[in-house]
């Protein structure tokens, strides 16, 4: 009698079922092969796509390739201690990150581990780094809006709580900048914010930690760092762990975030470098075909969900670094198509002393005047347009033409205008003097000043303001619209204190600044 192969590997299988009943068995496979982040490991046949895997020497791993022969994994940690021949076992979950409000203020790695020396973090609770984003029925429009505290931002891109808008240009444009003073701005407004630095050199996360903490804005934000020295898995999933501590504010607490992913650019260069290792086939500019599919479903996450299940936000501020402003190259269209909208920050504006470098003729927010207050909607209506058209104008003067006095005036009050628009960093202004100050340009009352006196004026009116008429920027951000008798309160005060400025009796704020701190030391 003829026994087949079939038979004896059926009863040898139940033989072994039945001893691995009675023994505690764990899933390992051997690591055959090890190099810059990634390990091919033989065996494990149970593994799932993105479980966290366990290595010999302690570090954890993510199922990336499944393969007939073996898995393809990029390691989460130390690699080169990990050598071949050295067990991997399965852990049955997927990468997952400590969240809560034991998080806020601390500084931590693409694990959330803590990395700012200062000790444990008291949190018990997880959430998975990849997880799906809600569908269009449990999505309410955008309507809320996020001050930046940036004027040129507030009043002709504005941002809604839910929205994603990229912030894109060259390097030193001052893309972080705009991110930050954003952060800054969310003081006060019950706004957890996670600031997600990704691919920057120690010293530059180091130095935006310490300005955060200045301004206090530490207290209700997040760092998760993977610098440029940490190995490339580890920028890959940054951002990925960012948006989940954020989430756990959204869906849990009902809360509005923040999440800044600084910058993508790196994170598709380290999923691209991660790829090729693992011989994935290369696409345009060598990266892989699904690379759409790496910030497609990071931004989706990004909503602002139904009140009946919270009505919580996320709002994404990713930013994309080109080329030689190079906004067509496969990164930037990609995350271009994404997105609600672009700041777009261009080198000529920002070496012309214009910051934010913001062209206006490019940048855009697809959510419109509906994230703006009424107040700021009533004011800057036309001023994009308007900005643009100067623009225009600004090229054809350089030819030497002659030009009438409607055009001259369009020149003198466009030049103030950004003038105005102009911004110090890490300086974020409340809405309420954003609205007085657009008000203040578009009314033509910079019109007769010279350009140099511009921020002088502006500084001393806001100053003016807020200790002799406080109850105009007071019914401003209370009724949140340019009501007629606070318009016409305010252009009263407006006339009022031009005449005493071109009369040089308006009192100076450095002075008055000076004076109190004296007086506090005394």
Known sequence: MKIRSEEIASVIKKEIEEFRSELAVEDLGTVIEVSDGIARIYGLRQAMAGEMLEFQNGSFGLAFNL?????????????????????????????????????????????????????????????????????????????????????????????????????????????????????????????????????????????????????????????????????????????????????????????????????????????????????????REAYPGDVFYLHSRLLERSARILDADGGGSLTALPIIETQEGEVSAYIPTNVISITDGQIYLVPDLFFAGVRPAIDVGISVSRVGGKAQIPAMKSIAGGLRLDLAAFRELEAFAQLGTDLDKATMAKLERGRRMVELLKQKQYSPMPVQHQVIMIYTGTQGYLDDLPLAKVADFEERLLFYMEHTHSEIPKAIIEEGKLSDETRKKLKSVLDDFKEHYLAGKTPDPRAEKNKVESEEKS
């Open 67 to 283: 393969e007939e022969a073996s898995i393809g994994a990029v390691i989460l940690g130390e690699y080169t201690d990990l050598k071949e021949g050295d067990w991997a076992k399965r852990t049955k979950q997927v990468v997952s990150v400590p969240v809560g409000p034991a998080m806020i203020g601390r500084v931590v790695n693409a694990l959330g581990h803590p990395i700012d020396g200062k000790g444990p973090i008291a949190t018990d609770k997880t959430r998975p780094v990849e997880s799906d984003a809600p569908g269009i029925a449990g999505r309410q429009p955008v309507e809320t809006p996020l001050q930046t505290g940036l004027k040129s931002v507030d009043s002709m891109i504005p941002i809604g709580r839910g929205q994603r808008e990229l912030i894109i240009g060259d390097r030193g444009t001052g893309k972080t900048a705009i991110a930050i003073d954003t952060i800054i701005n969310q003081k006060g407004q019950d706004v957890i914010c996670v600031y997600g630095a990704i691919g920057q050199k120690s010293s530059t996360i180091a130095a935006v930690v310490d300005r955060l903490r200045e301004t206090g804005a530490m207290d209700y934000t997040i760092v998760v760092a993977a610098s440029a020295s940490d190995p490339a898995p580890m920028q890959y999933i940054a951002p990925y762990s960012g948006c989940a501590m954020a989430e756990h504010f959204m869906y849990e607490d009902g809360k509005d975030t923040l999440c800044v992913y600084d910058d993508l650019t790196k994170q598709a260069q380290a999923y691209r470098q991660l790829s090729l290792l693992l011989r994935r086939p290369p696409g």
